[in-house]
T-cell receptor
């Protein structure tokens, strides 16, 4: 079974530029999460989708961050405009939700904002 | 407030020695507990999980953890550490409904020869 795929793996941009990250969850997984992991900290949720609907985006900085999961499969997270404090690893995870309570994580995208 | 505390930021253990990483949680619902390991530049790999039943759970790579409800703890142990275990370890808590995991800040494990 293929794991969670993310791209790109690394991205360097200047502040005020925009950037987009892509995630393809494990096939059949209904729930998709985007986490932000700042250096030296544990991951923190940005947004959670159930199929193509948003379950929780309470911690998403909506003035600059947006995310979508249009067909209930892959997802895109966008930052526009980026700030220095957005430098972090962005992790995507998915969960089947069918008696399996485990979240499976992708390799992450490391973003550096200069 | 819901939270996970990993009191040790950095631990150094000699190769072959035993290891215990501490984790305490505060959670309003029945906790589902996880330990993940993260090597540099890598994503999170699940070591083990506890949902219910036997409070001593076995995981991959020879790790085990014990759930103690009275102490709100879920400490990770390994009887003999290998150099390849050097990494960052995260404790996390979630629930059956699948809401987002709450992670601790992590413990960095260094292994000395």
């Amino acid at each position: 079974e293929a794991g969670v795929a993310q791209s790109p793996r690394y991205k360097i941009i200047e502040k005020r530029q925009s950037v987009a990250f892509w995630c393809n969850p494990i096939s059949g997984h209904a729930t998709l999460y985007w986490y932000q992991q700042i250096l030296g900290q544990g991951p923190k949720l940005l947004i959670q989708f159930q199929n193509n609907g948003v379950v929780d985006d309470s911690q998403l900085p909506k003035d600059r961050f947006s995310a979508e999961r249009l067909k209930g499969v892959d997802s895109t997270l966008k930052i526009q405009p980026a700030k220095l404090e957005d430098s972090a690893v962005y992790l995507c995870a998915s969960r089947s939700g069918q008696g399996n309570y485990e979240q499976y994580f992708g390799p992450g995208t490391r973003l550096t904002v200069t | 407030a819901q939270s996970v505390t990993q009191p040790d930021i950095h631990i150094t253990v000699s190769e072959g020695a035993s290891l215990e990483l501490r984790c305490n949680y505060s959670y309003g619902a029945t906790p589902y507990l996880f330990w993940y390991v993260q090597s540099p530049g890598q994503g999170l790999q699940l070591l083990l999980k506890y949902f219910s039943g036997d409070t001593l759970v076995q995981g991959i790579k020879g790790f085990e953890a014990e759930f103690k409800r009275s102490q709100s703890s879920f400490n990770l142990r390994k009887p003999s550490v290998h150099w390849s275990d050097a990494a960052e370890y995260f404790c996390a808590v979630g629930n059956q409904a699948g809401t987002a995991l709450i992670f601790g800040k992590g413990t960095t494990l260094s292994v000395s020869s």
